[in-house]
């Protein structure tokens, strides 16, 4: 079964364990119960409220189970996020492979990670009927490590296709960027649970280098991914839907369950992150030879 996404996104909320279940109660009044979720379901808690307080027993048992507790400011963007330190039987010896890996290695991997991007971007614009030519023809030259930055050239003409030619991408703004701002906190939340099942260490990235980053390698496997959120947002600007509120985060977040084509046939998403970080644990124990990348093409139910 598929993990659920909480969000707490109301003031005054208090969280707390109880026999298994992480219970809501209000912090106002009579301190009411406002809803328990198993912690068996949870695959990650997301923050999204100014007045929330939390017990350090539930933190733990999020811990335990491998849901991380992410933490947004007021523009939706995850400022931190808590990740359990053990995650896998393996941890230890896939670690020492991560970080033993040869920089050659790193950069093939990531040049088929921003390969993978560029195809889901094109599919994007294909669904919409922009123009998906101009993506297309810039993964022919994209080279080892991405070396001449074909992922930034992209990105210029990628948003300007989606979002018209006066759209910049700027996490600091409201409306369209902040819905995306949204739906990329759910996705690295997904994607960070992945990497830490997988045995892999968060911090330890293919391309990301920022030195105060603490999640540069999840911030590599999300890529493939963002398109998926930037569809789901381009359809809810179009429904008139420009401002992140409850209806448009629940859409945000059922995109992290939508099927995405891959080798092994129609797989959700969430399910596709975990596979990519698996699938890079073993290349680096040079059990296999490339990526699970999801395949180039959209689900049916998001077009």
């Known amino acids: 079964m598929l993990g659920r996404i909480v969000e707490i996104a109301e003031d005054n909320r208090h969280l707390s364990l109880y026999r298994g279940f992480l219970k809501v109660n209000s912090t106002e009044g009579d301190r009411e119960e406002l809803g328990r979720v198993p912690l068996d379901d949870i695959s990650a808690v997301i923050a999204n409220a100014y007045s929330i307080s939390y017990t ?18 007021a523009n939706h963007n995850a400022v931190g996020m808590l990740l359990p330190i053990e995650g896998n039987y393996e941890q230890s010896k896939r670690m020492d492979a991560q970080i033993a890996a040869s920089v050659p290695l790193r950069k093939k991997l990531w040049a088929s990670i921003v390969k993978s991007k560029l195809e889901q971007q094109a599919c994007v614009l294909e669904v919409i009927g922009a123009a998906f030519i101009p993506i297309q023809a810039l993964i022919k030259k994209i080279k080892s490590g991405d070396s001449t930055n074909i992922e930034a050239q992209a990105a210029r003409r990628y948003w300007s296709l989606l979002f018209g030619k006066d759209f910049r991408r700027d ?23 992945a990497v830490v099942a997988a045995g892999l260490h968060p911090s330890i990235g293919l391309y990301h280098s920022n030195a105060s980053n603490a999640m540069r390698l999840v911030d590599d ?8 959120v930037d569809l789901k947002v381009y359809q809810l600007v179009q429904a008139g ?31 596709c992150t975990q596979k990519l970080a698996t699938s890079l644990a073993l290349v680096m124990l040079k ?10 093409s959209l689900p049916i139910s998001l077009t």
């Open 241 to 271: 839907n420009n401002e992140v509120n409850q209806e448009t985060k629940r859409m945000l977040v059922r995109t992290m369950y939508e099927d995405m084509q891959t080798l092994a046939g129609i797989t959700p998403l969430t399910v």
């Open 171 to 193: 996490r600091s703004e409201s409306q369209i960027n902040s819905l995306l701002n949204y739906g990329y906190t759910v996705l690295r939340a997904t994607t960070a649970r």
């Open 221 to 228: 496997l999300m890529e493939p991914f963002r398109p998926m």
């Open 287 to 296: 059990e296999r030879d490339r990526l699970d990348l999801p395949l180039p």
């Open 56 to 73: 350090n027993n539930i933190l733990v048992a999020l811990a335990n189970m491998g849901a991380p507790f992410v933490l947004c400011a």
